[in-house]
């Protein structure tokens, strides 16, 4: 029997009646003559699966634009602006820090322009890219000698392959960390070449275990900040001072990475102290690694600083060239750190801090200003009330610390399938919205929405397919 061949198979358009289109029109223009005319192909393939099976209609050439225009829609870059509405202020899944003004406006000026990068103006030769940031460093940590790489997970890379390679790394049981992302201690030291050697226990490690461990072999004492996690009861850690005079005993640099680190005293705004850069100098420790991108708030990057003559001989090693940062990032590094010169408008001027920093009842507030136009935009199937919860800082720095925040609460009136797929469908919004599901609601904690986003939030909001997402309930 032959296959019977609906007739509105047909009427399916080609591909030039399509391009015709006056939707085709806009959609040429913003995505470019091949991508749409292949979104055009596609769509009128599929579309011809389905005419031969079933009795659909065809659709009119206007009708597959359209379709082809959500095609092309789906497929724009997934790096994409969304709010972070989660309550961690540095998510490492949704980019860690929001960089400030000044920074954005350096990175955009070096993206533009030619750059002094390797170029030294006041005597018209050649320079180098690390100069820039070199002084401002010293200025803020107190190091002689400082350098700048990828990440933090690079400088601490870069530093094991210069001193330890082929040669011993000795470090503590209780600070063999995992960091979020495959970054783990015994894995790293192995890819630098080092030798790793595990003194001390879980729980407890003394002077006497790296006495013990310290060798002709040794290359590398490394002590590691435990970011993410706390090592409590029956304890016991070699200070970093008392640590390090061990190591410039033994002759051996003592390299402290301090994971997240911090410029200031975070105390000094109300929040828990992490140890600052400033402080692991001071301890004796010859080099302190640190990141750019967690509690400092600047781009994605990993600070060295230390003595010179060991500064000296990471940068002859042959990975830093692999491991440099580009213009853009040394761009708003720079610009980052300056920032740090003027702690008392810090808050006001790095985001990282200012959210950090805002308190429980001007969030509350803006979280009730937006409370009555959420309810409306979300409808009667959903209530929404404002709520208490908790913000984290999240990227491994003060786990155990948590910041009182206040939050949109949104239930569902009817059933939780309604309220996943409203989470769901924030997600797909074109500037998607993300919050955390925790006892039956969704929370959308406003502590890192700026005033200035509001308009954009409820624009956003207002986009929101609800009747799709409350319709498709049984
Ligand atoms: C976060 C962290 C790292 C890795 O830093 P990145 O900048 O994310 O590469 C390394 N060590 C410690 C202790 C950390 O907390």
Redesign the pocket.
């Known amino acids: 029997m032959a296959e019977p061949e609906a007739t509105s198979l047909r009427h399916l358009p080609a591909v030039a009646a399509v391009l015709a289109t006056a939707e085709a029109a806009l959609l040429l223009e913003r995505h470019g003559r091949i991508a749409t005319t292949d979104a055009i192909r596609q769509v009128i393939d599929d579309t011809r699966e389905v005419l031969r099976t079933t009795n659909a209609v065809a659709p009119s050439a206007t009708d597959v634009a359209q379709r082809a225009g959500e095609l092309l829609e789906a497929r724009t870059p997934g790096l994409r602006a969304l709010f972070n509405l989660t309550g961690t202020v540095l998510h490492t899944n949704l980019g860690r820090a929001m960089l400030a003004e000044a920074a954005i406006e350096a990175a955009v000026e070096a993206m533009r322009h030619p750059v002094a990068l390797e170029y030294d103006l006041a005597g018209g030769a050649r320079g180098e890219r690390d100069d820039h940031l070199r002084s401002l460093l010293c200025e803020l940590t107190g190091a002689q000698d400082a350098t700048v790489v990828n ?4 400088a ?1 890379l870069l530093c094991l392959n210069t001193f330890a390679l082929g040669r011993e790394a000795v470090v503590s049981r209780g600070e063999l ?1 995992e ?1 979020g992302g495959a ?1 783990r201690m015994p894995d790293i030291m192995a890819r630098a070449g080092a030798c790793m050697v595990e003194v001390g226990t879980t729980n407890r490690t003394h002077p006497a275990d790296y006495h013990d461990a310290l060798n002709e072999r040794t290359g590398l004492v490394l002590k ?2 435990t ?2 996690y706390r090592i409590q009861g029956f304890t016991a850690e070699v200070s970093a001072r008392e640590l390090a005079a061990i190591a410039d005993a033994a002759g051996v640099p003592l390299l402290n ?4 680190g911090s410029l200031v005293d975070l105390s000094r705004y109300g929040l828990a102290k992490e140890p600052t850069v400033r402080e692991a100098v001071d301890e004796g420790a010859r080099l302190v690694t640190f ?1 750019g ?2 509690l400092l708030g600047g781009p ?1 990057a ?1 600070f060295i600083v230390g003595d010179h003559a060991l500064i000296e001989q990471i940068n002859r090693n042959p990975l830093k060239r692999a491991l440099r940062v580009d213009k853009l990032r040394l761009a708003a590094i720079e610009a980052t750190l300056n920032l740090y010169r003027d702690p008392d408008r810090l808050t006001e001027r790095l985001p990282t801090l200012y959210f950090l920093t805002r308190v429980k009842a001007d969030i509350e507030t803006q979280a009730r200003r937006l409370q009555t136009t959420v309810a409306e935009r979300l409808g009667d199937a959903f209530v929404v009330e404002v709520g208490d919860c908790l913000s984290q800082v999240g ?2 720095a003060l786990p155990l610390d948590t910041l009182a925040s206040a939050a949109l609460l949104i239930r569902a009136r009817n059933s939780q399938s309604t309220l996943q797929r409203l989470v769901a469908a924030l997600r797909m919004l074109p500037r998607p919205i993300i919050g955390r599901v925790a006892d039956g609601a969704l929370y959308l904690d406003v502590r890192c929405l700026i005033e200035a986003d509001e308009p954009l939030f409820l624009a956003s909001l207002a986009r929101l397919d609800v009747d799709g997402v409350v319709a498709a309930d049984p």
Request: glycine share 14%; no cysteine; hydrophobic share 35%.
């Open positions: 990440n933090n997970a690079a601490v960390i960091i970054f590691v900040h970011s993410n990475d301090l994971g997240s990141s991108d967690k994605q990993g990227s491994g």
